[in-house]
């Protein structure tokens, strides 16, 4: 495999641990693709491109990606399509030290750390996150780019939109449905449906704001 990262912020070193974790040998990497960051947070000898003439190339010389963004699962999602376009197939990342026990579906580019646990029966979209020790009960239904941040508890039969993220140690309560595009506080303990793209936090949660993200993808423009 010939694998290319997109995004060189702090998940990126995490990614590339892992890839030698669960890959071993059997990758290399073909670079990293960066034009947000000033500077790369981490020492790497990767080559780091940045221009639409670089990416061109990375992605002729790759034939696997991974998408190393940490809080946009919109961004995550839409640029992982542009590359599957690209006739680019996405890896996941599956800690050995992780539960995936039963799953209905779990789909693309899914990224689960150390102590994650996702319990029977339950759906997971395409380029999702599961930090460490986050877990997710039976029965739930979670949505492309879904973010589920260090020992967050999603109870049974929870359903959460497309591009949402629940927060750092943050508890969803059963039955409950999280809207597209909205976030959990950390610590927050939601205890009633969340509408699409709400900010909410406390015990219990309450809205707090709108939520917002975007992405944008020019440079894909006639590439």
């Known amino acids: 495999m010939k694998v290319m990262l997109w995004g060189a912020g702090g998940n990126a070193k995490i990614y590339l641990k892992m890839l030698e974790e669960i890959y071993k040998q059997d990758f290399i990497i073909t670079g990293i693709f960066e034009n947000k960051l000033d500077s790369i947070p981490f020492k790497t000898k990767l080559p780091i491109c940045r221009t639409k003439k670089e990416l061109s190339v990375l992605i002729n010389n790759s034939t696997h990606f991974i998408i190393s963004i940490g809080y946009n699962g919109l961004a995550r999602y839409e640029i992982s399509q542009q590359l599957i376009n690209k006739g680019l197939f996405p890896l996941n990342l599956i800690s050995k030290h992780s539960?995936?026990?039963?799953?209905?579906?779990?789909?693309?580019?899914?990224?689960?750390?150390?102590?994650?646990?996702?319990?029977?029966?339950?759906?997971?979209?395409?380029?999702?996150?599961?930090?460490?020790?986050?877990?997710?009960?039976?029965?739930?239904?979670?949505?492309?780019?879904?973010?589920?941040m260090g020992g967050a508890s999603i109870a049974g039969r929870v359903k959460i939109g497309d591009f949402s993220i629940v927060g750092t140690n943050?508890?969803?309560?059963?039955?409950?449905?999280?809207?597209?595009?909205?976030?959990?506080?950390?610590?927050?303990?939601?205890?009633?449906?969340?509408?699409?793209?709400?900010?909410?936090?406390?015990?219990?949660?309450?809205?707090?704001?709108?939520?917002?993200?975007?992405?944008?993808?020019?440079?894909?423009?006639?590439?």
Do not use: W
Request: hydrophobic residues 40%.
């Open 99 to 148: 539960v995936l026990e039963d799953l209905n579906r779990y789909g693309e580019g899914i990224c689960t750390m150390p102590g994650s646990i996702i319990h029977k029966f339950t759906e997971i979209g395409d380029q999702c996150i599961f930090n460490t020790n986050s877990t997710v009960d039976h029965d739930c239904i979670l949505g492309n780019g879904v973010h589920i």
């Open 170 to 223: 943050a508890t969803v309560l059963p039955d409950i449905s999280i809207g597209k595009k909205s976030f959990i506080g950390a610590g927050a303990v939601v205890t009633k449906n969340v509408l699409d793209n709400q900010v909410v936090y406390g015990v219990p949660a309450r809205h707090i704001k709108e939520h917002d993200i975007c992405v944008d993808l020019k440079i894909f423009d006639d590439l």
